[in-house]
């Protein structure tokens, strides 16, 4: 008995050194998975003030939420004076944890505007929003409870046509521990079902916040939890995982049709507000790694096993509507399918068959380039309306 005791002792003891050699071992090659979010009761989901950590999942960078939430630097919420603001509301692609925040979209934004010779002595200054996993639903009521406090001047929708559509879906979309809006007598109203969910509830007590701080502080269940996604992920050949195809084809049952009514009816609700608080809009759609793969064969194989012609139904009906309802709208898919396949560059993480993931470095900068040019080019513009309006006042007044 007695040696029994003590065999059963040794393989613990023996099991403990090796789980604490492997910690080690994590810990010195900044391999990690943390957990950055928390449950929010309006938004289903929001990024916990003061989190950090390395994210090694996709991309190498370290990961600092600041103070209010947002993976960003701090912001104060009361406006500098001579500044042009701009909100960037999106979702997994504008929060960005994937590169460095210098190398973020928003910040290349930022940076590159200050070039802008219309912004007449202002100083540019983009705050990030985005949460991963938001839809356009999230988004808007982000604009509602988080934006409107600072100020922008300026709102730039980051949609991403990979997801947002079934995002905003709660009979398309798996995840619904988020809020969804539903029209009801031609009204959208939102629906918060999921806070009186058992599974929400019990992600807000003291086991779920005991259990999150282990995860955070224990590289090992990091890696554990990270192998089961990895085994109950399915992977569905050229289509990329956490996406849908269907997006990219023009709506054929009342499932996707709805879903393309909800976003419509959420994206101009956002318009509508924004221009209540006599700020700008712009929607910008981003790119899946399908639709700017390098290699047209690649793109061609998607498409002919679709019954497509191209894979950009989703961001041209954006466009339509923004050409129907009076906001900027930017596709950066052709933008950047054209920019892939003339430098046979990759511009989303997965380098493999059809270039899936996140933006890289080289996607997040181009993105940021583009946009600059098309705020700055809007503002040029709007600048040249303001001035010719100002002279005709004065023939009016001095003739």
């Given at each position: ?40 009761t ?13 994210w ?23 406006k ?36 802008c ?36 001047d ?27 809006f ?174 899936t ?17 098309k ?25």
């Amino acid at each position: 008995m007695r040696a029994w005791k003590h065999n059963i002792v040794l393989m613990l003891g023996g099991v403990l050194i090796a789980l604490l050699l492997c910690e080690i071992v994590l810990r010195m090659t900044s391999i990690s998975w943390p957990s950055f979010y928390q449950p929010d009761t309006e938004l289903g989901a929001s990024l916990i003030p003061g989190a950090e950590g390395w994210w090694t999942k996709e991309g190498n960078a370290y990961v600092r939420i600041n103070s209010a939430g947002l993976r960003d630097r701090e912001h104060a919420h009361t406006k500098p004076a001579h500044t042009l603001r701009i909100a960037v509301l999106g979702d997994s692609f504008a929060e960005a944890l994937q590169v460095p925040m210098e190398e973020a979209f928003w910040s290349v934004l930022e940076r590159e505007l200050e070039g802008c010779p219309s912004l007449a002595g202002r100083e540019p200054e983009v705050i990030n929003f985005g949460v991963s996993g938001y839809g356009s639903a999230q988004e808007l009521l982000m604009l509602r409870h988080r934006v409107w406090s600072y100020d922008p001047d300026i709102v730039l929708l980051a949609f991403f046509p990979g997801n947002d559509v079934r995002n905003n879906s709660r009979v398309l979309e798996p995840e619904d521990m988020r809020p969804f809006f539903v029209f009801k007598n031609r009204e959208l109203i939102p629906d918060f079902t999921f806070r009186n969910s058992a599974r929400f509830r019990s992600m807000q007590t003291w086991v779920a916040w005991w259990k999150h701080r282990i995860k955070n502080a224990s590289r090992i269940y990091q890696l554990l939890s990270q192998v089961r996604a990895i085994v109950t992920t399915r992977r569905d050949g050229l289509i990329e995982t956490g996406l849908d195809s269907m997006v990219y084809v023009e709506p054929r049952d009342q499932a996707w049709k709805e879903a393309w009514e909800v976003t419509d009816g959420l994206v101009l609700r956002m318009r509508d507000e924004v221009k209540a608080k006599g700020a700008d809009f712009l929607v910008v759609t981003l790119s899946t790694g399908s639709q700017v793969h390098p290699d047209p064969a690649v793109r061609q194989s998607l498409e002919k096993r679709l019954g497509v012609s191209h894979l950009f139904y989703p961001d041209f009906h954006i466009r339509d509507l923004g050409q129907r309802e009076g906001f900027s709208v930017l596709n950066l898919g052709p933008l950047f399918q054209s920019y892939a396949q003339e430098h046979r560059a990759f511009l989303h993480f997965e380098n493999s068959e059809v270039g899936t993931g996140h933006w890289n470095k080289d996607g997040h900068h181009l993105a940021g380039t583009l946009i600059t040019q098309k705020l700055c080019g809007d503002l040029l513009r709007k600048t040249s309306s303001s001035s010719s309006a100002a002279k005709r006042q004065v023939n009016v007044n001095h003739p």
